[in-house]
């Protein structure tokens, strides 16, 4: 890229995780961040840690729900042309699909899949106007292969956001603009803090899945132990931003690859009976 480093970056959820430890690489490289954030007092986490790294003018935080798309729209009239957008932000509605509730189900949809649309409408009329721009949409294998019991939404959000993605690749090429999707194995962010939260609070009820869910709980905090840093997502996306021809997918971690190259040659059949076994579900 003969600029570097033609105009600003945006991260969705930048105050934990991935989007954080991006917010924190892209400033590191001289970008200047903007990072949304829920609330003041996320904010000050990421003022706190762009601090801690001297990077307090490079990085601005910016509260915005991305979940209230009204609020997107009418909020981005006062932000810059970005060259680069992020769409993080992004939870796990842990449960199994018969106990999650309609509206839990839109939520999780609202957040994981319609507002990295609705961000991605907002720049691209700035990126045509540049002639260029990346759109970074951050996956899951989840959204690749659904292997996960109780994650059925989640897994629903993470194959519609790649379905979207490919859509948006071929439409907005043309204006010079690449979309890239990075499809994260399991990292240790505050993803997994929640999930596993969510998995005990429905255990404890009279739930025809309550082993399942005492069972998947234990398996993320064993998991947790072992996982890498947020930061080699990060590292990843930095290098798509700044690439002058990005992959459209980028798969960060062993499990995933291992996960996406095994999935053709393994019988459905089984991986569904492995899957039992291992979460703990009910066998006849």
Not at 9 to 29: F, P
Not at 33 to 45: F, H
Not at 173 to 180: E, L, N, P, S, Y
Request: charged letters at 25%.
């Amino acid at each position: 890229m003969a600029n570097p480093h033609p105009g600003p970056a945006l991260v969705t959820g930048a105050n934990s995780g991935i989007g954080l430890a991006t917010a924190l690489r892209l400033a590191e490289r001289d970008w200047t961040v903007y990072g949304t954030v829920r609330s003041e007092a996320k904010a000050d986490v990421l003022r706190e840690a762009a601090r801690k790294r001297k990077l307090g003018r490079r990085v601005h935080a910016l509260v915005l729900d991305v979940s209230d798309h009204a609020a997107v729209v009418a909020g981005w009239r006062d932000l810059p042309d970005f060259f680069a957008v992020v769409n993080n932000a992004g939870y796990s509605e842990t449960g199994a699909v018969e106990e999650v509730s309609a509206a839990s189900a839109k939520a999780q949809l609202d957040v994981n899949l319609v507002a990295p649309a609705v961000v991605s409408a907002c720049a691209l009329p700035g990126m045509r106007r540049r002639g260029d721009g990346r759109i970074v949409m951050v996956s899951s294998v989840a959204g690749r292969a659904s292997v996960l019991p109780l994650n059925g939404w989640y897994h629903a959000s993470k194959f519609g956001l790649e379905a979207l993605s490919d859509v948006l690749r071929v439409e907005v090429a043309g204006f010079g603009v690449r979309v890239v999707i990075v499809e994260p194995g399991f990292f240790r962010t505050a993803i997994g803090d929640k999930s596993r939260a969510r998995s005990e609070a429905l255990g404890g009820r009279a739930s025809p899945y309550a082993t399942a869910y005492a069972r998947m709980a234990g398996l993320l905090e064993l998991a947790e132990r072992f996982a890498p840093a947020a930061e080699v997502v990060a590292r990843t996306i930095a290098s798509a931003i700044e690439s002058r021809r990005p992959r459209p997918r980028y798969v960060v971690g062993l499990d995933a690859l291992a996960t996406i190259a095994t999935q053709p040659f393994i019988p459905r059949e089984l991986t569904d009976l492995a899957m039992r076994l291992v979460s703990g579900l009910p066998r006849r």
